[in-house]
T-cell receptor, first 114, second 115 residues
């Protein structure tokens, strides 16, 4: 079965608002998590990653939160822009490794309303 | 740096034809992999390699072959194409676990249609 999943297939937010994309994982041994952004017709693009020894990691306008107690991962995008419209995937490595061995969720389509 | 380069970008095959999807990376990554992406299915791992001369199966390996004769190249071969192999294929590469940068970098994809 799918060990990485997303709560909502589509998320619509107003331009300038903050967005939160959620992801659940089932394997407590997972040690490494990544968020990717995929624009139409392009390959997935790395956004941010986090290891299980951290609860939070921030990048430029993005924050990833990891709650190991409930096995939940979220991606927060601040002040959304039209260019943020894309499908966002979370991925985990259930084998305790790094990028080799990633399992991807099905994705959430983020739509930015003008 | 070019990153991960895939060719061709588009391909149409007839059932039973063979072809090779090319993938090359110039980042000296040990790890390379092939994924297929189908609507509603996310990215599924076909085959992967942790170094030259080493390959292994992923989640959906049937109908595909790979080889890794050099660090840079990781071609994916379809020996007898089937309509079920209609998909978008992505090649990806990274350093191995414990290395300085474990991000998985993707190519731009090959859209394959099998008629």
């Amino acid at each position: 079965g799918e060990s990485v999943g997303l709560h909502l297939p589509t998320l619509s937010v107003q331009e300038g608002d903050n967005s939160i994309i959620n992801c659940a994982y089932s394997n407590s041994a997972s040690d490494y998590f990544i968020w990717y952004k995929q624009e139409s017709g392009k390959g997935p693009q790395f956004i941010i990653d986090i290891r299980s020894n951290m609860d939070k990691r921030q990048g430029q306008r993005v924050t990833v939160l990891l709650n190991k107690t409930v096995k939940h991962l979220s991606l927060q995008i601040a002040a959304t822009q039209p260019g943020d419209s894309a499908v966002y995937f979370c991925a985990e490595n259930p084998f305790g490794g790094g990028a080799d061995g990633l399992t991807f969720g099905k994705g959430t389509h983020l739509i930015i309303q003008p | 740096n070019a990153g991960v380069t895939q060719t061709p970008k588009f391909q149409v095959l007839k059932t039973g034809q063979s072809m090779t999807l090319q993938c090359a990376q110039d980042m000296n990554h040990e790890y390379m992999s092939w994924y297929r992406q189908d609507p509603g299915m996310g990215l599924r791992l076909i085959h992967y390699s942790v170094g030259a001369g080493i390959t292994d199966q992923g989640e959906v390996p049937n109908g595909y072959n790979v080889s890794r004769s050099t660090t840079e190249d990781f071609p994916l071969r379809l020996l007898s194409a089937a309509p079920s192999q209609t998909s978008v294929y992505f090649c990806a590469s990274s350093y191995l676990q414990g290395s300085r940068d474990e991000k998985l970098f993707f190519g731009s994809g090959t859209q394959l249609s099998v008629l």
